[in-house]
């Protein structure tokens, strides 16, 4: 597998253990602080970091990327793409990583290749589970990236983790509202069609709305299995 350090702060803003990990996995992930978005090609490059802060090794996990709305993931090193029959509803992308054991207190990093359309807000969503099956252990997001201050004429726009995007004004038109500033504890405004966010004053994903994504995430990891074993025996 092909890891990456990467300078930049990372926060684990919007995730949570899942409601039957064990109490001796500590498991988390965490995504940058800001990331920068090309404006010409809507290209960016972020890393994607799993930690165990536990005192004991995880045994195989799987760490899945999953990108929505206007965020698509288009590469993840050292994982594979899962298919778009396989992703749950509201994503538009994902890659599986599966990760034979991480010991205690180690850390893996992915960077992770994607692409924002800045004229939407777009989110980014990092389940892990264990083994190849459906029991979920840490789920960080959906948690958006954006920004309230766009920069059309810069060469990039940095995006902040936990800021719904603002799109620059269209030609001839003119910019969104800035929203106001939430007090603290105030939930950030949800479409009906998204996915629930796990963010710092979101509260817990909802189990039912939950169920759907955990589950498709064993189901992804069982196809990743079932197709490292069909390479092994034809080559």
């Not at 950030?188 to 966010?197: D, G, N, V």
């Amino acid at each position: 597998m092909a890891f990456a350090a990467d300078p930049t702060p990372g926060s684990d803003q919007g995730g949570s253990p899942g409601p039957s990990a064990p109490a001796e996995l500590k498991i988390s992930t965490e995504l940058p602080k800001e990331i920068k978005v090309t404006n010409s090609s809507g290209k960016t490059t972020l890393t994607a970091k799993i930690i165990n802060k536990g005192t004991k090794d995880t045994g195989q996990i799987t760490l899945t990327v999953l990108g929505l709305d206007g965020m698509r993931i288009t590469g993840v090193d050292g994982c594979v793409t899962v298919p778009e029959n396989k992703l749950p509803k509201g994503t538009n992308t994902g890659f599986a990583c599966v990760i034979n054991n991480l010991g205690a207190g180690a850390d893996k990093s992915y960077t992770v290749s994607a692409t924002y359309d800045l004229t939407k807000a777009g989110k980014i969503c990092l389940p892990v589970t264990e083994g190849t099956g459906e029991k979920l252990l840490w789920q960080q997001g959906p948690v958006p990236f954006g920004t309230t201050k766009p920069t059309p004429n810069a060469p990039d726009t940095p995006l902040l983790l936990g800021t719904d995007n603002v799109p620059a004004a269209p030609p001839g038109g003119s910019a969104s509202p800035t929203p106001a500033p939430s007090a603290p504890g105030t939930p950030a405004p949800t479409r009906p069609s998204e996915l629930p966010k796990t963010g710092v004053n979101d509260g817990v994903l909802p189990l039912l709305a939950a169920a759907g994504l955990f589950l498709f995430v064993g189901s992804t990891g069982i196809w990743w299995a079932n197709t490292r074993h069909h390479r092994r025996r034809t080559h």
